[in-house]
């Protein structure tokens, strides 16, 4: 006879695999309700962007800012260019300022409810203002994307398992009232009850600061887990895959065997898309997102088609700028009505957290208007254009993909900058990338990979040939150089992104007189070199790089990177 003990422990253990299985049938007739109205509201895009131009108006017409810039007389898009210039984060700073000293009704009604915190290369920390409202626009986004995927594939066996996002700490400060910090430990408050038990880590190690304790601990707590959806900014899923590994000695497919769904944003997949699935040990479905502090943008509705799909209805009034033309004195700026294909956009976002006519600066071109559907190019400020070249970062990223593709090489990370000679000798486009398994030939790689650069840019190739600009120079970096880098800035982990592209690097006319001083302010020129400080390695014979590696462990290997 079975004691009572045994058997209530068996009853409830079937009553939990009961609900768990009843929460998977759940999720798709629940999904195909949500996405039939998605996709009807997608054929309403335009319509409902001219509405809520109109609402937003109205809500915000009583604000500080709204009054200011005549909210009670703006009816069209028209009326709100003439009204709203274009800003970024400086020129909305004072706004930002009179909030954080407790003021109401400045850009948006009452209070926002958080601040999410982000760094910028020229503001320095930027508080973005979230309110209420565009919180759960956040959240009904993310949950958008995954029940699309469960509507169209028919899977949502994913939701019975562990569910992991590496997102940045949950704990908040706060600003007279307003909860403040990075946007992912904000949504971390906002997961529904029904995936709070099947989310990890702990809130405990969601608070660790330091990435690399952090990550010690995420593996520790997900190891012997059943792990099948894993989210986050891919370098920093890398790193998680590479420790996981390198603690259990097994691919991740074999450690988590019904991991079944890839959820990644923040940075364009390509090039981390072969190593993550080599780590894996196989491919497997994914969904691209397209979230940032100021609105979750668009997200990847279908497996089938390119791109992702506006996020249109979600409080967030988009414009329009070609890119050519985002540093001109009166760019033209363009409603969704106006929009053409595969034309190379700055995003501008007015919404209801109080942001208006905000430059996010990011680029973005059209590849469907039935629906809108967009794909990312790279950041406004990512381009290197310093001889008018205008070569932008899916341009340069689909050159050394392809490239690199042709001959089965993996690349972990790089980025690029123009070397701007002053005497002689011809400038030139300075790479910088670390390979997993490098060219045998690196001058003849770099030589195709300028080839196909030629190829995607007409004004690029017109300057090589017109010898203006010497071919591009390719600098082979060590195991983790990167990954030393950001740790050495304090930027290893969580949502922080290595930019594709660095600083404008001089060359100084060598001199006799004066050598020594010389010789200290080129190299003073040198550090501010593409975001890899100092200098990277181009013989034996010079200093690293980066930071140097931590010391060996065990058998003499520097730990995985990512």
């Not at 409202?133 to 009904?140: D, G």
């Not at 690029?416 to 045998?440: G, K, L, M, R, T």
Request: overall charge positive.
């Amino acid at each position: 006879m079975i004691p009572f003990e045994l058997r209530t422990l068996v009853k409830i253990n079937i009553y939990l695999c009961d609900c768990m299985r009843l929460k998977s049938l759940i999720a798709k007739p629940y999904a195909d309700f949500i996405v039939r109205n998605i996709k009807k509201n997608a054929t309403l895009a335009v319509s409902h962007q001219q509405a809520l131009l109109t609402t937003l108006m109205n809500e915000a017409a009583n604000t500080a800012f709204g009054k200011t810039h005549r909210f009670n007389e703006v009816s069209n898009h028209q009326q709100f260019t003439e009204a709203v210039p274009i800003r970024d984060y400086e020129a909305l700073k004072p706004y930002i300022e009179k909030i954080k000293l407790g003021e109401e009704n400045i850009l948006w009604q009452g209070k926002p409810k958080y601040f999410a915190k982000t760094s910028g290369t020229t503001s320095g920390v930027k508080y973005i203002p979230i309110s209420d409202v565009s919180i759960k626009e956040h959240i009904n986004a993310a949950r958008n994307a995954l029940l699309c995927y469960i509507s169209e594939t028919g899977q949502s066996q994913f939701v019975n398992g562990k569910m992991i996002f590496l997102s940045g700490s949950p704990a908040l400060d706060h600003i007279n009232g307003i909860h403040t910090g990075r946007l992912s430990g904000i949504v971390n408050h906002h997961v529904p009850a029904y995936l709070t038990k099947n989310r990890l880590p702990s809130y405990e190690t969601n608070c660790i600061e330091d990435w690399e304790t952090k990550l010690d601990a995420i593996v520790q707590e997900t190891i012997q887990q059943d792990m099948t959806l894993i989210s986050g900014i891919p370098p920093w899923m890398q790193m998680y895959f590479d420790r996981l590994t390198e603690k259990s000695g097994k691919k991740i497919a074999d450690l988590f065997p019904h991991f079944s769904l890839l959820v990644h944003g923040g940075v364009a997949f390509e090039p981390y898309k072969a190593k993550l699935f080599e780590s894996i040990g196989r491919r497997i479905p994914s969904i691209e997102t397209f979230p940032a502090s100021e609105g979750f943008f668009a997200f990847q509705d279908t497996q089938t088609e390119e791109g992702l799909l506006l996020n249109t209805q979600a409080g967030m009034y988009f414009e329009f700028v070609p890119a050519q033309e985002m540093f001109n004195e009166n760019p033209t700026r363009l409603s969704l009505a106006d929009v053409a294909l595969h034309t190379n956009y700055a995003l501008i976002v007015s919404s209801n957290a109080g942001l208006w006519g905000y430059n996010i600066g990011d680029t973005i071109k059209f590849v469907s208007l039935q629906p809108y559907r967009i794909v990312v190019t790279g950041r406004i400020k990512h381009f290197i254009s310093a001889f008018g070249e205008h070569v932008i970062a899916e341009e340069v990223e689909q050159a050394l993909l392809k490239t690199a593709d042709k001959y089965q090489l993996r690349i972990t990370e790089f980025t690029v900058a123009p070397f701007i000679s002053s005497d002689d000798s011809p400038s030139y486009h300075e790479w910088f990338v670390e390979f997993e398994n490098e060219p045998a030939h690196l001058e003849s790689f770099a030589s195709e990979v300028d080839q196909a650069l030629c190829k995607k840019n007409i004004y690029y190739d017109d300057l090589v040939r017109g010898r203006i600009l010497a071919p591009l120079k390719m600098n082979a970096l060590h195991k983790n150089a990167f990954i030393h880098y950001m740790k050495s800035i304090g930027k290893l982990g969580g949502q922080n992104k290595v930019p594709p592209w660095g600083k404008n690097q001089k060359k100084k006319k060598k001199r006799k007189k004066k050598k020594k001083k010389k010789k200290k302010k080129k190299k003073k020129k040198k550090n501010l070199h593409p975001f890899l400080l100092p200098p990277p390695i181009i013989n034996k014979n010079q200093a690293p790089p980066f930071p140097p590696p931590p010391p060996p462990k065990g058998g003499g290997v520097s730990p995985p990177g990512h």
